[in-house]
């Protein structure tokens, strides 16, 4: 095999590398916040069994949809305080002003991004799509501590308060909708 074919073969399959792993970046990416905390990812436990301690912060609340999306989406709260270890609870609502039924996610994430690892949410509508029917408002609960370790962090000190803010994004599941309705639509107009 001449030079040029071999350049070019370890061309294409550079070639695929890349776009196998620009196709597995953003799988990779999610993996690495959830496991580290890093880019205000929180964790996720099945139950709180933290000793509660002394040590108070204020938990702010925030809330935004896509551009997109015909939805009002706001924390039924603005702020609460809890100590390192109690479990709190709060409630966002969610209304869709449009006309079709709509699935949405939430993306959330904290600030300051270092008390990412210390948040950990046991209950949350962000792990499942939320399907909201027109004028439909739906409330939807977070429970939530802030793992007492915190405290033991000398790089924690100066939190007295770490934002929640979630998106709200239109989910790819809401275009099967629109199939499914458009083909029971078809089956009607064919009987």
């Not at 108070?56 to 939805?71: C, G």
């Not at 509508?125 to 939320?130: A, V």
């Not at 007295?160 to 239109?170: G, M, V």
């Amino acid at each position: 095999m001449n030079s040029n074919k071999k350049t070019l073969l370890i061309l294409i399959a550079v070639g695929f590398g890349m776009l196998a792993l620009g196709m597995s970046s953003s799988k990779i990416y999610n993996t690495f916040c959830k496991i580290t905390g890093y880019g205000g990812t929180t964790q996720q436990a099945e139950e709180n069994l933290s000793e509660v301690i002394d040590r108070k912060v204020t938990i702010k609340f925030d809330s935004n949809v896509a551009d997109n999306l015909p939805w009002v989406f706001k924390p039924q709260q603005k702020e609460m305080d809890v100590q390192l270890g109690q479990s709190g609870l709060a409630y966002y609502t969610v209304k869709n002003t449009g006309t079709e039924p709509i699935i949405g996610v939430a993306n959330f994430n904290v600030t300051p991004i270092k008390a990412g690892p210390f948040f950990v949410k046991t209950d949350c509508f962000c792990f499942t799509e939320q399907r909201v029917e027109p004028g439909e408002e739906l409330p939807l609960p977070v429970l939530f501590f802030i793992d007492p370790q915190m405290d033991e962090d000398k790089r924690m000190d100066e939190v007295k308060e770490i934002t929640l803010s979630y998106t709200f994004f239109e989910s790819d599941a809401t275009a099967q909708l629109d199939t499914q309705s458009s083909g029971s639509n078809a089956e009607k107009t064919l009987n």
